[in-house]
């Protein structure tokens, strides 16, 4: 009776191909983008930067420590 080989792949090298496939997204996604470019038509234009915050859940309150743990979300525009 012959011994079948079974293949498995550890999760340390599912993790590794995993991150090995998402650094090549990112190198394409990001080719040739420009960190410095703005999303205006003139160069003087200002861009209207609008950040807001949303409590979605309150966890936890300490009052002794007077720290609060919350979900939130994080609105943000331009």
Not at 13 to 34: M, P
Not at 44 to 71: H, P, W
Request: hydrophobic residues 40%; glycine residues 2%.
């Amino acid at each position: 009776m012959a011994k079948r080989s079974t293949h498995r792949k550890s999760a340390s090298s599912h993790i590794e191909t995993r991150a090995h496939a998402e650094e090549r997204l990112l190198k394409r996604l990001f080719s040739g983008y420009n960190k410095w470019s703005r999303p205006v038509a003139n160069i003087s234009d200002v861009v209207l930067v609008r950040f807001g915050l949303s409590i979605a859940q309150l966890i936890d309150v300490d009052e002794k420590n007077q720290m609060m743990t919350t979900n939130v979300w994080v609105k943000q525009e331009w």
